[in-house]
């Protein structure tokens, strides 16, 4: 909104350094000090409200040290990271752009998902909060959506490089790389970053390349089902990890710095061609998204690390792992997402191998048997007698190693 002022202003009246509005990395810096504003502010009085209306966490005793002291923290304090993304983002983002659309649509979509989920746990006293069936809907149902935008809306694109004559009836540009000249067109593409393929770019449609000819109309099929899978995953990976103080959150920090620096590399003409990866028209405006990310993300874990004073529930656990997902497909770098949410994986991993393992044991031998003291794998640390704090800090570690080496993939040939 204020960017529409100010581009106003600055248009009918010359006001001098008001034009500074229409830098990115202006309007990120702002949108990462209005969010962190929102969260610490005003989350404290949320926090106190939360407190005053008992909502509470219900904790079940699983044996772990301090456990039961977390017992009554309030909890649904995903509101304060909703909040600390959406104000900043209204405020400054081109709200136009459809890219910053899909993005609030992923925040609230999930939010209300989580939202619903807690709500139900916390006022309605069911444990057991709402149907796995109906989260996994809503999920596959915002897949849905995203996928369907992405694949068939005019002005998402992408920019790649060409030869004369050029298939695409487009506009041809052309600029000169080094002394060489290079031919470019916007065009619609199934393509996404892959690193240690020929020039990191796959595209979808080869996946089924072995049935024969045609395989290309089947390209949206396997786009579907690919962006399907991984905002279920990230989604519920990011609610399994949200087991401990301040462990989702600073993880979620993390990968969303990695994520801003990557959608301003995609969305900058000049980086993304110097640097040789794929250049994704108006991209670049996801920047102040990830900027209010951050800020939300950090603001939050000044309540939320150890000892928590909320706790964020599904209510942001759901959001913010969306959020990573969806922002992951946008700048089409979600093939990245094994590697930068590495720790959501593991958790994810972990549970489904002590599940699994359990079941078959227990079938062929008649009692079950675990791998881990207990999962997702924070809880066998605990059980192992680490303390929170130790914790949270070496998967936080792991976290920026993991950012680092996925970065660094992106020019490996």
């Given at each position: ?10 248009k009918?009246?010359?006001i ?20 962190l504003?929102?969260t ?17 966490e ?11 002291q ?6 649904m ?19 136009d ?11 609230i979509?999930l ?29 596959v149902?915002?897949a ?18 060409v ?15 080094g002394d ?26 080869k ?37 401990i103080?301040?462990l ?38 996801l ?6 990310f951050v800020?939300?993300?950090?603001g ?26 969806v ?9 990245l ?7 959501f994986?593991?958790?994810?991993l ?7 393992w ?26 192992k007698?680490f303390?929170e704090?130790?914790i ?6 792991i ?15």
């Open positions: 909104m204020l960017y529409y002022l100010f581009s106003y202003l600055n009918n009246y010359s001098p350094g008001i034009g500074v509005f229409q830098y990115i990395t202006f309007r990120m810096a702002m949108a990462v000090i209005v969010s504003l929102v610490t502010v005003y989350g404290r009085r949320l926090i106190d409200y939360l407190r005053f209306k008992q909502v509470g219900t904790v079940r005793n699983l044996g772990l040290e301090g456990q039961m977390k017992s009554g923290t309030p909890t304090g995903g509101i304060i990271i909703i909040l600390g993304i959406l104000i900043p983002t209204l405020l400054f983002a081109k709200l752009n459809i890219y910053i659309i899909m993005m609030l649509v992923t925040t979509w939010g209300l998902i989580g939202f619903l989920d807690d709500y139900i746990k916390v006022f309605k006293k069911n444990k057991e909060g709402l149907a796995g069936k109906f989260k996994i809907t809503g999920q149902g915002l849905l959506i995203i996928g369907w935008t992405m694949y068939f809306h005019t002005n998402i694109t992408i920019r790649q490089e030869k004369l004559p050029v298939k695409y009836d487009v506009p041809v540009d052309f600029h000169m790389r060489k000249p290079v031919y470019t067109q916007d065009v619609k593409s199934t393509k996404t970053t892959m690193p240690f393929y020929k020039n990191n770019e796959f595209d979808y449609a996946v089924l390349k072995f049935i024969g000819h045609g395989y290309e109309q089947y390209a949206l099929l396997v786009f579907m089902l690919f962006v399907i899978v991984i905002i279920t995953a990230v989604s519920n990976g990011a609610n399994i990890t949200d087991g103080d301040g989702a959150t600073g993880t979620s920090a993390i990968i969303g710095l990695t994520l801003a620096i990557l959608a301003y590399v995609s969305g900058n003409t000049l980086i993304a061609d110097y640097l040789n990866i794929m250049y994704i028209p108006n991209s670049g405006e920047v102040i998204f990830a900027g209010a800020g939300a993300c950090v939050f874990l000044w309540y939320n690390s150890y000892p928590a004073q909320v706790f964020m529930g599904d209510t942001g656990s759901l959001a913010i792992g969306g959020i990573i997902a922002f992951a497909i946008i700048i089409r770098k979600e093939l997402v094994p590697v930068l949410c590495g720790v994986l593991v958790e994810n972990s549970v489904i191998m002590q599940v699994s359990f079941k078959f044991t227990k079938k062929r031998y008649g009692e079950g048997r675990r791998i881990f003291l207990m999962a997702p794998l924070h809880h066998h640390y605990q059980k007698g303390h704090s130790k949270v800090t070496r998967f936080w570690i976290c920026i190693m993991l950012a680092i080496i996925t970065v660094i993939t992106l020019k490996l040939r």
